[in-house]
């Protein structure tokens, strides 16, 4: 087999696996919306979504210029020089997507793709250049890249981040005037003519976005829908209205459940049609490079790229494998859920865990946003500020409700409305709007104009949309400095270099499913305790029960594994158990967050059970806190080689140790098994462990002031001391709140 066959193999693997990261990525863009809004179950929004993207890869033509001669010369280059370009691009993009679906983070695979291509062909021509014996100031830039179409693109981002998100905030701020939230009254006014006019818009969007350049729809057809647009509207606009009113009297169905679906479908079916340039364009570049090149008899690195500036049209085979690829990920890739949760957790209606913390830059945006809203509030008669107020109460949700929406329909609707409008224009324009960062932005313009963004949320929120924003710029960068390296490295070390990069590529790929699995697997453990519907209060506080016996008995091991290490001067056996500490603390901290949340939805009757939630894991952050002191203080002591504590504090450290968990034991046997008829028992144990610890305490300070011990043996024994008692008094509060909530439930 030819090598160069091997390599159009390799980069037709390449695109495959592109296709699986850049899906996982670019789902968001049309599941945000039905996710979102519980608008039907899950398999039914991906069932609506996969018949979107297999009608979307039928209908695209596979005109993919712009991975072949949209943004460089091809005929600048060699069939050799090219496959290297191609190369750099499919490993770089896999590699970038992945880590960006790593982080939750959407970005724009046609960013990505632009700047890949730039980058590397930047390079190449240099390299091609030099090569030739060329000098510096005689490239000439211009003959090689297509400046022009780089700066479109460019200005296309910036235009779709502002646009998007200020049309989002005024739709959605008429539309909440309009409908409140209170739906039932206002759905039946006016639901039929709103959604009359979001299906109208959807399928014109349909038909200028999704069709455009279909290979069952002419130029001239597209051409005439241009023209015939405002005609071709009004006529759908009334037609869907009567239908949707039609609908609404004799099924009672709530019509805005009939937008977001057909929405749901319609970006998928564009996203399909024209983002597949995206991930496979560029192998299909690839593929007929290499039959130009098989077909001419010249050698690989003579013959010349001309070619590529031509039209073909991708193989049907191609478009309908890809596609059946993108529906097999779309249902069973956990990175395009992690994705699509960080945008929907964005712009949620209610307060809660925040994914992102504040950062000095929301804070001054909010800060600002607050004063800008006194100021308007002082100048807007009280009158009008109050009818305006009222028509943003929200209704009260139900707590016990399981999986609740993380928005209404109303903002789901306007969402599609409004990015669909916007692509359809920009494309009718031929503005290179971003499908991603018309969703995303639209989706945040939407949630601030629906007053998601209150007091408790706003400045955690404004930080994510930040750093979204801030990964889209660094996108570019990435893309373009990174497929330059690889082009370098292809043209330096040649075939052998494409097998070394790509199982690096495999490598990292392999590597990040496993992290992302583990990780995964950590916070489902994470969020196990608030895994009940609540049906029953006492499944919720076995589960409680369950927790708490765990973590005491890692707290109780920890501790025993740094007084011993200490004692027999064993840094390395802290380090598992300090670790596994660490991530308990950090656990408990993010469960923290969920609380006051947890509690509302408890039966508001049942305050001992209220009580015992917050204050239980209020004593096991400290207990954490305190074991964690002890563990790093052990570590950092024997680190330094600093002396061993005498054999009297030893021996009475013993002691306490054995003491201790005995106590713990006792404690955890109860708590387990809700029978605390040895609570006497366990007093004694706690007092009697209590005063041993004080005397040592005593022993401690009185060696100190005698100066029998230097300075950091009496820290160290001190604050173990110290810390071991916290420890005590701690686990001996976390029984009393058992025992106490015990006697109280009876």
Request: aromatic share 10%; hydrophobic share 50%.
């Amino acid at each position: 087999m030819d090598i160069f066959t091997i390599l159009i193999i390799t980069l037709f693997a390449t695109a495959l696996v592109d296709l699986i990261v850049g899906v996982s990525n670019d789902a968001v863009n049309f599941l945000n919306s039905a996710i979102g809004s519980r608008v039907a179950s899950f398999q039914t929004i991906l069932i609506v979504a996969s018949l979107g993207i297999l009608l979307g890869s039928t209908f695209s033509s596979g005109m993919m210029e712009i991975a072949r001669n949209g943004l460089f010369n091809p005929g600048y280059f060699t069939f050799q020089e090219v496959i290297y370009i191609f190369l750099a691009v499919m490993l770089t993009d896999i590699i970038l997507l992945d880590i960006y679906n790593d982080f939750g983070l959407p970005t724009s695979t046609t960013v990505s793709l632009v700047f890949e291509l730039l980058g590397a062909a930047f390079l190449a021509g240099i390299l091609t250049s030099l090569g030739k014996g060329m000098e510096w100031s005689s490239i000439q830039f211009k003959d090689i890249l297509n400046f022009s179409s780089a700066i479109t693109i460019v200005s296309g981002i910036f235009l779709s981040i502002f646009l998007a998100f200020i049309m989002g905030t005024i739709i959605q701020h008429i539309s909440r005037i309009v409908f409140t939230f209170s739906l039932k009254e206002s759905l039946k006014k006016y639901g039929a003519i709103f959604s009359g006019l979001a299906v109208t818009t959807i399928f014109y969007f349909l038909l200028i976005k999704g069709a455009k350049g279909s290979s069952f729809i002419s130029d001239d057809q597209v051409t005439w829908v241009m023209a015939n647009a405002w005609t071709i509207n009004f006529v759908l606009f009334v037609f869907w209205s009567i239908i949707i009113q039609m609908l609404m009297w004799w099924t009672n169905i709530n019509p805005l459940r009939i937008v977001v679906l057909l929405g749901t479908f319609a970006l998928a079916m564009a996203f399909a049609g024209n983002d597949l340039v995206n991930f496979i364009g560029v192998a299909v570049g690839g593929y007929f490079a290499f039959q130009s090149w098989t077909a001419s008899g010249v050698s690989a690195d003579q013959y010349n790229m001309s070619v590529l500036s031509g039209k073909f049209a991708t193989p049907t085979w191609i478009l309908l494998i890809a596609g059946f690829v993108m529906i097999v990920t779309l249902w069973t890739n956990a990175k395009s859920r992690k994705v699509t949760d960080t945008e929907v957790s964005l712009g949620r209606q209610e307060d809660g865990d925040e994914k992102f913390k504040s950062t000095w830059v929301s804070r001054i945006l909010v800060g600002a946003a607050i004063n800008l809203g006194r100021l308007v509030e002082a100048m807007v008669p009280k009158s009008w500020s109050k009818s305006l107020s009222n028509r943003f109460v929200k209704e009260e949700a139900n707590e016990k409700e399981k999986d609740q929406p993380s928005f209404d329909l109303v903002r789901a609707a306007v969402n599609l409305l409004v990015s669909s409008v916007l692509i359809a224009f920009g494309t009718s324009q031929k503005l290179p709007l971003s499908t991603t960062f018309v969703t995303f932005m639209v989706a945040m313009g939407s949630s601030f104009a629906d007053q998601a963004w209150g007091r408790e949320s706003a400045v955690y929120r404004v930080a994510g949309v930040m750093k979204v924003i801030a990964g889209w710029l660094v996108t570019a960068v990435i893309a373009f400095s990174s497929s330059a390296l690889l082009v370098f490295i292809l043209y330096k070390t040649g075939t052998s270099g494409v097998f070394v990069l790509a199982g690096l590529a495999a490598f990292l790929l392999v590597r990040s499913h496993v992290i992302f699995a583990r990780k995964e697997k950590k916070e489902a453990t994470e969020n196990k305790i608030f895994s009940n519907n609540l049906e029953s209060l006492s499944q919720a506080i076995d589960e409680s029960k369950e927790e708490t016996v765990k973590n005491l008995k890692l707290a109780s091991k920890a501790y025993s594994t740094s007084i011993d290490a200490l004692a027999k001067e064993k840094k390395n056996a802290i380090g598992k158990s300090l670790e596994k500490i660490q991530q308990l603390g950090q656990q408990n901290s993010k469960v923290q967050n969920k609380i006051i949340k947890y509690v509302r939805k408890m039966p508001k009757s049942n305050l001992p059970a209220s009580r015992l939630y917050l204050l239980m894991f209020d004593y096991m952050q400290d207990l954490y806190q305190s074991v964690q002191l002890i563990s790093e203080s052990c570590i950092d002591h024997l680190s330094n080689f600093h002396s061993q504590p005498s054999k009297d504090y030893l021996k009475a450290s013993d002691e306490i140790e054995k003491g201790l968990n005995a106590y713990i034991n006792q404690v955890i046997e109860g708590i387990a098994t809700s029978s605390f008829k040895n609570s006497d028992k366990i007093t004694e144990q706690h007092d009697a462990l209590s005063i041993l610890i004080s005397k040592t305490i005593d022993r401690v300070i009185t060696e100190i002031q005698k100066a029998h011990i230097g300075n950091r043996i009496g820290q160290l024994q001190m604050k173990l001391l110290l810390e071991t008692k916290d420890i005590l008094s701690t686990v001996n509060s976390m029984y009393a709140l058992y025992h106490d909530y015990h006697k109280q439930d009876k």
